[in-house]
């Protein structure tokens, strides 16, 4: 009998502590242009634009697993026919649509400490966004080292990290699909059209000089899961010297993570952004690409 009446007591204390129901109230979804570019060692801007969407709409599902868009949604958010604009100086240049949501200016000189400013202009719906990006002076990547580890990839490097406050980037590509730079002769090489494949992958650390023990920097940089077997062997490690503003955004998609858990139930994230009226990151880093083949 009181083991019923304890059992009664514990169902009744947790009873009492289940939350009430409540409405909550979503605001209006108020759709914007994202920005995100890519400058590629040869004077070239890539500027890729995108319409944000609600992830209530019902064209679009995720799970642990996949992401799932629609062909007609796709098609709603990838920008068309926009003119975008980058200035400097007293110079103008008007950027061409590759294909749907991506644009190159061709003949952009890429100068350290030189104020570049972007222009979108989305006609189709009436949106209109600006970006300011100083570029930062370039650090020489020094020396690249790549290797497999059972399944990990690891990537050694160094390089001398200037006196003044600084944040890099450092992105490894490669491709998935088997095809290398084209060329065994390092004199034909041509990193600006490997990095502007469509099929080409990359992985990104971030870094920070405050953690550094001295100026000579030496590290590695693990990519696990790494399937060697069906990709080229040319791979390119590229060191960016990038602003404070962007290296805290790339911290925190790193902390929100993939699993969609995770980003869901994880603690709420505002990314911070330097579009003005729309979401993402203008960049006008100039990176230093090392090109390696790897022995198989």
């Known amino acids: 009998m009181k083991k019923i009446i304890l059992t009664v007591a514990v169902l009744t204390s947790?009873?009492?502590?289940?939350?009430?129901e409540k409405s909550i109230k979503i605001d209006d979804f108020?759709?914007?242009?994202?920005?995100?570019?890519?400058?590629?060692?040869?004077?070239?801007?890539?500027?890729?634009?995108?319409?944000?969407?609600s992830l209530l709409d019902n064209r679009y599902s995720k799970s642990a697993d996949s992401t799932k868009i629609s062909e007609d949604l796709m098609k709603e958010l990838l920008v068309e026919d926009a003119l975008?604009?980058?200035?400097?100086?007293?110079?103008?240049d008007t950027l061409v649509m590759l294909s749907p949501g991506l644009y190159a200016g061709i003949q952009i000189p890429q100068n350290a400490n030189e104020l570049y400013t972007l222009?979108?202009?989305?006609?189709?719906?009436?949106?209109?966004?600006?970006?300011?990006?100083?570029?930062?002076?370039?650090?020489?990547?020094?020396?690249?080292?790549?290797?497999?580890?059972?399944?990990?990839?690891?990537?050694?490097?160094?390089?001398?990290?200037?006196?003044?406050?600084?944040?890099?980037?450092?992105?490894?590509y490669y491709n998935p699909n088997g095809s290398g730079i084209g060329s065994a002769?390092?004199?034909?090489?041509?990193?600006?059209?490997?990095?502007t494949q469509g099929n080409t992958y990359a992985?990104?650390?971030?870094?920070?000089?405050?953690?550094?023990?001295?100026?000579?920097?030496?590290?590695?940089?693990?990519?696990?899961?790494?399937?060697?077997a069906n990709i080229s062997d040319t791979l390119i490690v590229s060191l960016s010297n990038i602003s404070e503003d962007y290296y805290n955004y790339l911290s925190l998609r790193t902390k929100a993570?993939?699993?969609?858990?995770?980003?869901?139930?994880?603690?709420?994230?505002?990314?911070?952004?330097?579009?003005?009226?729309?979401?993402?990151?203008?960049?006008?880093?100039?990176?230093?690409?090392?090109?390696?083949?790897?022995?198989?």
């Open 30 to 53: 108020s759709q914007k242009l994202t920005v995100n570019s890519q400058v590629i060692p040869g004077d070239i801007m890539l500027v890729a634009l995108t319409r944000s969407f």
């Open 203 to 228: 992985s990104y650390a971030t870094l920070s000089d405050q953690n550094f023990e001295s100026s000579s920097v030496h590290g590695t940089m693990n990519i696990p899961d790494f399937d060697d």
């Open 119 to 172: 222009n979108v202009n989305d006609n189709k719906k009436n949106m209109h966004v600006v970006a300011q990006s100083t570029m930062l002076e370039k650090v020489e990547l020094k020396t690249v080292n790549c290797y497999m580890k059972g399944d990990t990839l690891k990537v050694d490097y160094t390089f001398d990290d200037p006196a003044q406050r600084n944040n890099y980037m450092l992105n490894v």
């Open 257 to 296: 993570g993939k699993n969609v858990l995770t980003q869901v139930f994880g603690e709420p994230i505002n990314y911070p952004s330097n579009v003005q009226g729309g979401l993402g990151f203008f960049l006008t880093h100039s990176p230093d690409p090392k090109l390696f083949i790897m022995n198989k």
């Open 185 to 195: 002769n390092p004199s034909n090489w041509d990193v600006s059209n490997f990095l």
């Open 84 to 92: 975008v604009t980058i200035s400097y100086q007293d110079k103008v």
């Open 14 to 20: 947790l009873a009492s502590c289940m939350p009430k």
